[in-house]
């Protein structure tokens, strides 16, 4: 699976169903009539992908969006869910992290509290695991799958190397004028409160 086709599937996904749930039932049952290489060279794609994003503007983007703060995890999982809203806006973003507000996903999002954004929360941890679960059901091994799937992983991935850390300078979405000069659009759309003394 190359990189067209990792984003071909990821598109005919999002044509085929709505809502995470929808959308990781179909891509682990897709991904599961599919060959084990397939299945391997999916999670190498999503982890090449992810990478890209793997950025200090885009976590500020995230961070703007969430209110001022994001986690490690947090962010790992943001850059997941760019991956479900699509190539076009993904790669968009990547360049540029304030076109973030083009997209349907995050304009739902503005002026509701983040309380009840529920399902349309920008994240997607289960993303990360569907590759996994679908390897599971081609071995029939299921939860027991783990070491053989990842090191089939590791495997194709080669000598990448380690994560050396984002990319590009760390700035503070909290100093108003930087977000506004870098993110202007996402800090309009998702103004912060003031800290509290």
């Given at each position: ?149 990842y090191e089939a992983v590791e495997a194709e991935q080669g000598a990448v190397g380690g994560n050396p850390g984002p990319r590009g300078e760390q700035w503070d ?25």
């Amino acid at each position: 699976m190359d990189i067209d086709s990792f984003w071909k599937l990821i598109e005919e996904c999002r044509r085929q169903t709505r809502g995470r749930d929808e959308r990781l039932a179909w891509l682990r049952d897709e991904l599961s009539r599919r060959p084990l290489t397939e299945i391997v060279q999916f999670q190498v794609r999503l982890d090449e992908v992810t990478r890209e994003a793997f950025t200090w503007d885009l976590w500020a983007a995230a961070e703007r969006i969430f209110g001022g703060w994001c986690s490690d995890d947090g962010f790992c999982y943001f850059g997941l869910w760019m991956v479900g809203i699509g190539r076009e806006a993904f790669v968009r973003a990547v360049i540029d992290p304030d076109s973030l507000a083009d997209t349907p996903e995050v304009q739902c999002l503005v002026g509701r509290p983040r309380e009840l954004w529920n399902d349309d929360w920008p994240e997607w941890e289960s993303l990360d695991y569907v590759a996994m679960e679908a390897y599971g059901l081609q071995t029939r091994a299921d939860d027991d799958c783990g070491d053989a799937f990842y090191e089939a992983v590791e495997a194709e991935q080669g000598a990448v190397g380690g994560n050396p850390g984002p990319r590009g300078e760390q700035w503070d979405v909290r100093c108003e004028d930087e977000a506004m000069r870098k993110l202007p659009r996402l800090s309009a759309m998702f103004p912060l409160r003031p800290l509290a003394r």
